[in-house]
């Protein structure tokens, strides 16, 4: 057997989550707090409001803009939950299938984290607009002890993005708005994992895999508005994602050691999905605002993680298509102050059987609540808070490492997910020049 074919062989186990990281609060490893304006609501209008803070969702929102706009916010992302082992396996070559042994339990393994996103937008007339946002939608860090039960599949991962999305929007009638926009996105990811020896009195070697990339992707929308209602429809863009980068394996004794090596330049690729955003804003009254917004997400883009030169292998991901459902309410309490309150439920797009201890996400409400200040005419300050509770869910894909090899190790996955839930602080400001 080939010194390269040995290596791919050693990336079956707890490669099949390059670049990213564990569930926060969007779906699977997207994060939404793209406004604090929105999370009040629990983002359940974005697609149909107008200004800079929409821009992410829908770059048809600024095309009526009159003054240069502004919009800032930061979220304080808090996860908590535990991933424990019920009952996983190791096959070692010759031995007896025997518990992985390890940590059985490992409390919040995903770490805190602040999301930053920023919009601006500048009137060109006064129908046509252009804008920039500036976010962060897929990044988070998980971290597993080198002594936990699911060290083979995850250790620590580190993922950040950055989407830079310049737009232009017009109102083409008093009634219509279309906008569209460049999603320039840069990847920067590395992840780790325990790789096992073929004795289990030996110490576990190691595996990182690192690298980066820029990619391309687009968005366009629409409003369709009166006096009481508005209707936005927007689609963003799958994105295929080029990374380029380094692997490193050491530790590995006996007859896997020749396959402790430095490569660089190994190359990987992998979709994340398109988002088809549908959603409302209708004047209930002079103070009441009524919101509502879909969102449908073709996670079945991410099917694979697929390894070019030197390592020319695909790994299976085979996530599903999912939903997310939102409604929410504005209430102005007076001309400076309003309120909001909403409620979102998403389902996953990992599939029992497939889900892993570096993703493990689970179908989720998410309850929002917040406000918004007029300290002037030209500053307003946003704040929010959001509870998501995630459902239990099973950890339970089974891999092998050096499989199809006489070392081939199997690795029967069984652990579960449970008293997973999120706190995320948002505050922000909007700014009128």
Known sequence: ?????????????????????????????????????????????????????????????????????????????????????????????????????????????????????????????????????????????????????????????????????????????????????????????????????????????????????????????VQLHNDWATVGVSYKSAIKHHLNGDLDITGLVGPLAPSNMSLSDVEATFYTPAQIIVGGRFRATDRLTLNAQAVRFTWNKFDAIRLGAPLNTALPENYRNSWSLASGVDYAVTPKLTLRAGVQHATTPTVDGERDARVPDANRWNFGAGASYDLSRRFTIDAAANYVDFADATIDRVTAAYAGTPAQTPILTSGELTDAHAIVLSLGGRFRF
């Open 1 to 221: 057997m080939s010194l390269r074919t040995q290596v791919a062989l050693s990336l079956s186990v707890g490669l099949s989550s390059f670049a990213f990281a564990g569930a926060a609060h969007g779906q699977a490893f997207y994060l939404q707090e793209q406004s604090a304006r929105g999370a009040g609501r629990a983002f359940s209008g974005e697609v149909a409001d107008t200004g800079p803070s929409s821009l992410w969702w829908n770059p048809a929102a600024i095309a009526e803009t009159t003054d240069i706009e502004a919009a800032i916010a930061a979220s304080a992302i808090l996860p908590r939950g535990k991933v424990t082992d019920t009952g996983t396996l190791i096959g070692r070559p010759g031995q007896p299938l025997a518990p992985v042994g390890g940590d059985a339990t490992t409390r919040n393994p995903i770490d805190n984290g602040v999301l930053p996103s920023g919009a601006i937008a500048v009137p060109l007339s006064s129908r046509l607009a252009v804008g920039l946002a500036v976010s962060s939608p897929y990044s988070f860090t998980t971290d597993y002890p080198a002594t936990s039960w699911a060290r083979y599949s995850a250790a620590r991962t580190k993922l950040l993005t950055v989407d830079i999305q310049p737009s232009i929007a017009f109102a083409a009638t008093d009634w219509l708005r279309i906008g569209a926009g460049v999603n320039v996105e840069y990847t920067d990811a590395s992840l780790s994992n325990a790789l096992p020896n073929l004795l289990a009195t030996l110490p576990d070697g190691r595996q990182k895999l690192k690298g980066n990339g820029w990619d391309v992707g687009w968005t366009a929308g």
